[in-house]
């Protein structure tokens, strides 16, 4: 983006954060809790992917790995041995991020398509190996995942209890993911997606720098499976299939790439769509690819990428 648009877009995310928080906050009072908490799942899943393929230039067709993943060991965790669903958390985060480090290790040393294939590969081996490994039930899940109660105190098993502490998970990723965006190494992360031979010159180990971002986001990404697993209490194939890594990538490219906000408005739209036209005669699949396309034909940028391009120009106009 140009300093123009780089400005009004920053502004302009201060805006929507305010107004979302303010929203979010409210929300459980006129909207479904358990739709909403779906929505913050998938949001922050999406967030998570994007700080690779928006921020580092990554694009990795195997986070369902990460996703499905942490819900496995969450949902294992709280319901066989009886973990708190805090403890549950950190066990699926941890999870996730020694998935990530074992499938970054292996997949960085190639760019392109051919590291987005060797990702889709090794996702699928951690499929294959869900589907017969004892614990994760195969085909059946994880089932009747209890909630329990967060530090013995908050009984999660209350919707509206329930609602807040996977609001507040959520902010936090997206707080943490700003803060490495906009730290001295989401600069340099920046600086590998726009041109990686200069990143060399300037001495800089770009291959560990691009294993830390995905481990980064294979953490976040698993942050919210583990969270996703208390909220629908089980565990599936579903979370580790690739249509879930391709359910992610619509997400952020219809949000807008590159932005905080552009991943979070695609998870929402998305989501959205799949709850009220789950009921319908409409195919799901059908007419999420068919907005996908008005939006890659009209909206290159994603919606929120578009609409600050169009502030931006609208600003430089004015002066």
């Known amino acids: 983006m ?50 690779l393929l928006g921020y580092t230039g990554l694009l990795s067709f195997g986070h369902a790995a990460f996703f499905g993943g942490a819900a496995y060991f969450t949902a294992h965790a709280v319901k066989v041995w009886g973990w708190t669903p805090e403890a549950g958390v950190l066990l699926g985060v941890a999870g996730a991020a020694v998935l990530g480090l074992v499938m970054g290790f292996l997949a960085i040393r190639r760019q392109g398509i051919y590291f987005a294939m060797i990702t889709l590969a090794l996702a699928q081996m951690f499929f294959f190996f ?96 583990s969270v996703k697993a208390l909220v629908f209490q089980f565990a599936t194939l579903t979370d580790v299939g690739w249509q879930m890594s391709g359910e992610v990538i619509l997400m952020t490219l219809l949000g807008g790439i590159g932005t905080m906000v552009g991943p979070i408005v695609g998870a929402a739209l998305v989501v959205t769509l799949q709850n009220y036209l789950a009921t319908s005669e409409f195919p799901v699949t059908v007419v999420t690819g068919a907005i996908f396309m008005i939006c890659v034909l009209l909206f290159r940028r994603g919606i929120v990428g578009e609409v600050y391009a169009r502030l931006a120009n609208w600003n430089g106009d004015r002066h």
């Open 130 to 225: 869900c589907l017969q490994a004892p614990f994760t039930h195969g085909e059946d899940g994880i089932q009747g995942v209890p909630r329990g109660d967060l530090f013995g105190l908050v009984d999660l098993r209350m919707p509206t209890n329930m609602y807040y502490f996977v609001l507040v998970v959520f902010l936090i990723g997206v707080f943490a993911i700003w803060r490495i965006v906009n730290s001295p190494f989401g600069m340099i992360l920046k600086s590998i997606r726009e041109n990686e031979n200069r990143a060399i010159s300037l001495g800089y180990s770009v291959q560990r720098y691009k294993l830390a971002a995905f481990v980064m986001s294979a953490v976040l990404a698993g942050l919210a499976g």
């Open 2 to 51: 140009t300093g123009t648009q780089s400005t009004v877009g920053t502004r302009l995310e201060w805006l929507l954060i305010a107004v979302g928080i303010v929203a979010l906050v409210a929300a459980p009072f006129f909207f479904y809790p358990i739709f909403l908490m779906k929505l913050l799942c998938f949001a922050l899943f999406a967030c998570a992917f994007n700080l």
